[in-house]
């Protein structure tokens, strides 16, 4: 009897560790390297390489932060920012849900990329749109992952 159960515990443990859980890609820490938006004609950087921006991607939530690197110390250059919320992924297309951000009048937004990822790389490109702030254009960030 107990090599019986001892089996069946066996059975019950190795069938349960190959059930298929489909892999998320974007899963993981990612840090941007570059970012462009263009506004009407108009394409220029907004990658700022004195602050350093994570995002963070789990299985069913995404968040981001922003801060400057001098720790806060320079008050004309101090920078924190930071946001989060649900999202889906369909094929490429990414996205997500703003439900928090430090700026209000963001939050419930809803922002759709397409996303590729080559080696270590995410690209997203899409359309950032906050008719509230007037706020209409397309933005293309490029992250690499951490390690």
């Known amino acids: 009897m107990k090599k019986a ?14 059930s298929e859980k489909k892999e998320n890609p974007l899963e993981g820490t990612w840090r941007l390297i570059s970012a462009e938006t263009t506004e009407k ?16 991607i789990n299985d069913t939530h ?6 400057d690197l001098n720790n806060g110390k320079d008050s004309t250059a101090a920078v924190f920012f930071g946001g989060g919320g649900k999202y889906t992924l369909k ?3 990414y996205t997500e849900n703003l439900e928090y951000f430090n ?5 419930n937004g809803k922002f759709e990329f397409v996303v590729k990822i080559k080696n270590d790389t995410l690209t997203q490109k899409g359309i950032e749109k ?13 992250y690499v992952r951490e390690k």
């Open 5 to 18: 159960v001892s089996i069946l515990f066996l059975i019950i443990t190795i069938t349960s560790c190959n």
């Open 103 to 107: 700026n209000r009048q963001w939050e």
């Open 62 to 67: 995404f968040a981001f932060f922003n801060h």
């Open 91 to 93: 094929d490429s297309v």
């Open 130 to 142: 906050v008719e509230k702030l007037g706020i209409n254009r397309i933005i293309t960030e490029k």
């Open 41 to 56: 004609d108009s394409t220029f950087s907004t990658f700022n390489p004195k602050t350093k921006m994570i995002k963070i």
